[in-house]
């Protein structure tokens, strides 16, 4: 696939995981919604990481001549998901918490907010 292809395809997913992720954490914890809602996330959220990792990093230095910092989130995003999944299945409801707190603010707020930088792709949809 080229570029802009899995960029679209990586937006059709992450978008989803910003409103369910916001949504997890207003909602409350335990519930069969936040489970139901929560395995969508999960989901959506390794899918989005394995999409940008096929995504050559545009801006910013490279290493490899492809992966560029932003790509620190996706690798944070395919340890975190399954360490909080497991850490669920465990009965560690704080760890759980830890790490999914650390997945939305890192993943979708931080590198979400990288985005909108000169260069890239969402900075000139908004201000372009």
Known sequence: MDYKTL??????????????GTILLLIKKGTPIHKSFGRIYMILMLFTSIVT?????????????HFGYIHSFSFLTLYTVP???IAIKKGNVKAHKRKMIILYFG???IAGGFT??????????FFG
């Open 116 to 125: 909108f930088f000169p260069g890239r792709y969402l900075y000139n949809v």
């Open 107 to 109: 993943a979708l707020i």
């Open 53 to 65: 990792l096929f995504m050559p990093a545009e801006v910013g230095p490279r290493m490899l001549n």
């Open 83 to 85: 360490t909080a999944y």
């Open 7 to 20: 960029m679209f395809v990586h937006l059709w997913t992450v978008v989803p995981c910003f409103i369910i």
